[in-house]
């Protein structure tokens, strides 16, 4: 995998260096709420030794400056401390949510440019490898994943640096007040923070064996989802659900391993970080007792001790955001690594200024693993020439279609249009001038006019005038809504003949150079499809066509037949010819007939 194409914590650092302004902004209030939030635990317990213990000092002398005459007693002392600590907290709580909102707003386009990355990635990738991979894995990475790495960089490092300033300036108020205690503190927190990591370490991979179940389930629960229709049909459900719940228990129980395992590591964490508490407050007591450390400082030590808690934790449990964050990276980059589709730099367009051309296929050969299905298979089609391609099942017909378009590379042989290969074409140029028309279309959950137009710039006469040839015009006229109406997911609100026909002027709006019919009249009625031939035939006049049928209604539309077996052209010539020579064609013939 290309350097450029893998997401790594030094990719996630570039991306975010692109808001320094944003950074700049949610440090400065990272350091503001901070300010804030430090000084609170050293006001109150000062009081002990400033009001109860009448041992005021310089606090005592800085309150009197601030405070009127009649205030300078106990009951306004603690006034004022009360709600100078109120104003502080509400002001770093103002602080802490802007710094959130700026780190928000980062991590959301951090995430959203990686989104990004991906998807521009998977135009590229190879449907051999999506084949593989299925629709339920990739949305996981797109999704789960990503949720993940969003959650580390918005939520956890936005705690960070609050987490980090905020004990750095209570260590500095520690070591003014008593440097040894202060340093006591310092060298107990390494010691949980090692320990923890060991602890950490130990529960990382369970995220990912949970992420893996959640792929596979997602996975499952896509495909049935899809099928549901025909998996009812059958009576299938119950297999199906069952197979589902079975993923779910997975998905359970890996949960459940990760989640209670990754806990008992933060509660030990924690029990650790107790112990020290615990050491601290028994050292911190000897101290008043053996030193000048006054009753108000040690409440005022102990205070910032348990303030110390919050951040202390919130560092201890980033670690296990951080390895569900990585294990997330690494899965993305597992996707990232797929096999790209093989793209040719386009040297000659031999469409341009052609209504169409010949197309020509030279000695090509093609194997799905060690299944060959194309053996040296040669043939050509001259401009404007009608013809159809036959044969029993298996014979290699929409493996054909797929290398017409280049979905596939051939092991070897040639695909030339006019007198360039399909390499020199390039495949973007091919696949914009070629049409084909499939016997189950992929339909979307939009507008009629969206699934026609395919994100092309087209007008409603044109739409009218596609969906005419199709003979859907009438049918969509009748709609209450008409091009704007909704057809539902695989556009299951139309039958099975609708769904071609919406296919086929789909492909008359594309005003194609050379077009492919695989099947693309299977599920329509005698007069409906008699009715589509009519006027398919006046569109397609003069255009090369090819026609993948079973159906002899379909194939006596062609100038020529060609039949395909085990990978190769068997016989070729005109309807009538081929049944007088009794050969397979007729055999095929014969057994439609029958």
């Known amino acids: 995998m290309p350097a450029s194409d893998r997401i790594s914590w030094a990719y996630i650092r570039r991306l975010a260096m692109q808001h320094k302004r944003s950074l700049v902004l949610a440090n400065l209030l990272a350091i503001l709420a901070a300010l804030c939030s430090v000084p609170i635990p050293l006001l109150l317990p000062l009081l002990v030794d400033a009001v109860l213990?009448?041992?005021?000092?310089?606090?005592?002398?800085?309150?009197?400056?601030?405070?009127?005459?009649?205030?300078?007693?106990?009951?306004?002392?603690?006034?004022?401390?009360?709600?100078?600590?109120?104003?502080?907290?509400?002001?770093?709580?103002?602080?802490?949510?802007?710094?959130?909102?700026?780190?928000?707003?980062?991590?959301?386009?951090?995430?959203?440019?990686?989104?990004?990355?991906?998807?521009?990635?998977?135009?590229?990738?190879?449907l051999q490898e999506y084949e593989s991979l299925g629709s339920g894995t990739v949305t996981t990475h797109l999704v789960t994943d990503l949720d993940t790495l969003d959650q580390f960089i918005g939520e956890t490092l936005s705690r960070f640096l609050v987490s980090i300033l905020i004990l750095t300036g209570t260590a500095s108020v520690l070591l003014w007040m008593h440097w040894k205690l202060a340093l006591l503190i310092l060298l107990l927190n390494p010691v949980v923070v090692f320990c923890t990591i060991k602890l950490g370490k130990r529960v990382k991979h369970l995220k990912k064996l949970e992420n893996d179940s959640t792929a596979v389930f997602t996975q499952s629960l896509n495909e049935t989802l899809d099928a549901i229709q025909e998996v009812r049909a059958g009576n299938h459900q119950g297999f199906f659900f069952q197979r589902l719940i079975q993923h779910a228990r997975h998905v359970r129980d890996r949960a459940i391993s990760s989640h209670w395992k990754t806990d008992v590591a933060q509660r030990a964490?924690?029990?650790?970080?107790?112990?020290?508490?615990?050491?601290?407050?028994?050292?911190?007591?000897?101290?008043?007792?053996?030193?000048?450390?006054?009753?108000?400082?040690?409440?005022?030590?102990?205070?910032?001790?348990?303030?110390?808690?919050?951040?202390?934790?919130?560092?201890?449990?980033m670690?296990?955001?951080?390895?569900?964050?990585?294990?997330?990276?690494?899965?993305?980059?597992?996707?990232?690594?797929?096999?790209?589709?093989?793209?040719?730099?386009?040297?000659?367009?031999?469409?341009?200024?052609?209504?169409?051309?010949?197309?020509?296929?030279?000695?090509?050969?093609?194997?799905?693993?060690?299944?060959?299905?194309?053996?040296?298979?040669?043939?050509?089609?001259?401009?404007?020439?009608?013809?159809?391609?036959?044969?029993?099942?298996?014979?290699?017909?929409?493996?054909?279609?797929?290398?017409?378009?280049?979905?596939?590379?051939?092991?070897s042989g040639l695909i030339r249009y006019g007198n360039a290969t399909l390499q020199e074409i390039g495949l973007s140029c091919v696949r914009e001038h070629v049409a084909v028309v499939l016997q189950t279309p992929a339909l979307f959950n939009d507008s009629l006019r969206a699934n026609l137009s395919m994100g092309r710039q087209v007008d409603d006469a044109q739409c009218w005038q596609a969906l005419a040839v199709a003979?859907?015009?009438?049918?969509?006229?009748?709609?209450?809504?008409?091009?704007?109406?909704?057809?539902?997911?695989?556009?299951?609100?139309?039958?099975?003949?609708?769904?071609?026909?919406?296919?086929?002027a789909r492909m008359v709006l594309s005003d194609p150079k050379v077009v492919i019919l695989d099947?693309?009249?299977?599920?329509?009625?005698?007069?409906?499809?008699?009715?589509?031939?009519?006027?398919?035939?006046?569109?397609?006049?003069?255009?090369?066509?090819?026609?993948?049928?079973?159906?002899?209604?379909?194939v006596k539309q062609a100038d020529r037949i060609l039949v395909l077996s085990e990978g190769r052209v068997v016989e070729s010539g005109e309807h009538h010819k081929l049944l007088a020579q009794g050969g397979l064609y007729a055999q095929l013939y014969g057994a439609l007939q029958r």
Do not use: C
């Open 53 to 126: 213990l009448e041992q005021g000092g310089r606090s005592l002398e800085l309150m009197n400056a601030l405070l009127p005459d009649a205030w300078q007693q106990a009951i306004g002392y603690i006034g004022f401390i009360l709600a100078l600590s109120l104003i502080l907290r509400v002001a770093g709580l103002v602080f802490n949510v802007g710094q959130s909102k700026m780190f928000t707003h980062l991590s959301k386009d951090v995430v959203y440019r990686v989104r990004e990355h991906l998807l521009l990635r998977l135009q590229r990738i190879s």
């Open 269 to 317: 964490s924690a029990l650790l970080f107790q112990y020290g508490i615990d050491i601290f407050r028994a050292v911190a007591m000897l101290t008043v007792l053996f030193s000048d450390l006054s009753i108000g400082q040690m409440l005022a030590v102990f205070s910032y001790l348990w303030f110390m808690i919050s951040p202390i934790e919130q560092l201890l449990s």
């Open 319 to 411: 670690q296990y955001a951080f390895y569900a964050a990585d294990g997330a990276m690494v899965r993305i980059n597992q996707l990232l690594a797929r096999e790209d589709e093989v793209d040719y730099p386009a040297t000659q367009n031999p469409f341009v200024g052609r209504k169409t051309l010949p197309v020509s296929v030279e000695h090509l050969t093609f194997s799905y693993g060690s299944e060959r299905v194309l053996d040296d298979l040669s043939f050509s089609v001259a401009a404007g020439e009608k013809v159809a391609i036959v044969g029993s099942s298996g014979g290699g017909k929409s493996t054909l279609v797929q290398l017409l378009l280049g979905l596939y590379p051939a092991q």
């Open 471 to 504: 003979q859907l015009a009438d049918m969509v006229h009748a709609l209450p809504k008409k091009l704007d109406t909704v057809i539902g997911r695989a556009g299951v609100r139309l039958s099975g003949g609708q769904r071609q026909r919406l296919a086929i």
């Open 519 to 554: 099947e693309a009249t299977s599920a329509l009625d005698s007069a409906t499809e008699y009715a589509v031939h009519e006027a398919l035939n006046e569109f397609l006049a003069g255009r090369t066509t090819f026609i993948i049928a079973h159906r002899l209604s379909a």
